[in-house]
């Protein structure tokens, strides 16, 4: 585990991402959809979530549609 607090997601020294997810597949997924190299699943019990996908880099989710319709609207 990263030695850096829970919210910080991203551990630079060690180049990786987590990302909480309900199950195992769910990182299979993620790795599917985004294109990210999974390394690992941990598992976790963190707010009915129960593994917590290790990808390679600094991954981020890419902004929704919804996102970037509300930023579009305080223009």
């Not at 585990?1 to 199950?23: I, K």
């Not at 690992?40 to 990808?55: A, H, K, R």
């Amino acid at each position: 585990m990263p030695n850096n607090p829970n919210w910080l997601r991203y551990d630079p020294d060690e180049d990786q991402s987590r990302h909480a997810a309900a199950d195992e597949a769910c990182c299979y997924e993620m790795q599917r959809k985004y294109g990210w190299k999974l390394l690992d699943i941990e598992e976790i019990d963190t707010n009915g979530l129960e593994v917590d996908c290790v990808f390679r880099g600094q991954t981020e989710f890419p902004k929704s549609f919804y996102d970037t319709e509300r930023e579009d609207d305080d223009a």
